[in-house]
């Protein structure tokens, strides 16, 4: 998958832009039309000057919508970790909604009734 790393106000490391792309890569095992995504590296500065939380931010493409995820750490790497583990879950219920939708799509205007003896088949148009 094709990603768009920027880092906002710091250069960030090529080895953690390797880290992320590599574990970003593993979400294609469980969804593989995403077409491509989008990371922001933050630092939110809070009261301590010493302290800063790391802050990453993912847009993941698929076709027929987005997938985002903004998660914070101590290190970029924990984030990534939390924002992949959380990303996995969206996928799966992402690709889910997708292949249930398709499936429950009326062919041809009509729409298919179960039964538990067998399956019927109503359309709109009323015989004459």
Do not use: C, W
Request: proline share 2%; aromatic share 8%.
């Amino acid at each position: 998958m094709r990603l768009q790393m920027q880092a906002i106000h710091f250069d960030a490391d090529p080895k953690l832009l390797q880290f992320i792309q590599q574990k970003l890569d593993k979400l294609d095992t469980f969804y593989d039309r995403i077409t491509s995504g989008e990371v922001f590296l933050k630092l939110d500065k809070s009261d301590n000057a010493k302290l800063h939380t790391k802050l990453l931010e993912v847009k993941l493409y698929v076709p027929g919508g987005t997938v985002f995820v903004t998660e914070k750490g101590t290190t970029f790497e924990e984030a990534t970790d939390l924002a992949v583990d959380t990303l996995k879950m969206q996928v799966i219920k992402f690709k889910d909604k997708r292949s249930t939708s398709r499936a429950a799509k009326p062919v041809d205007g009509a729409v298919v009734e179960e039964d538990e003896s067998s399956i019927a088949v109503v359309t709109d148009e009323t015989e004459e």
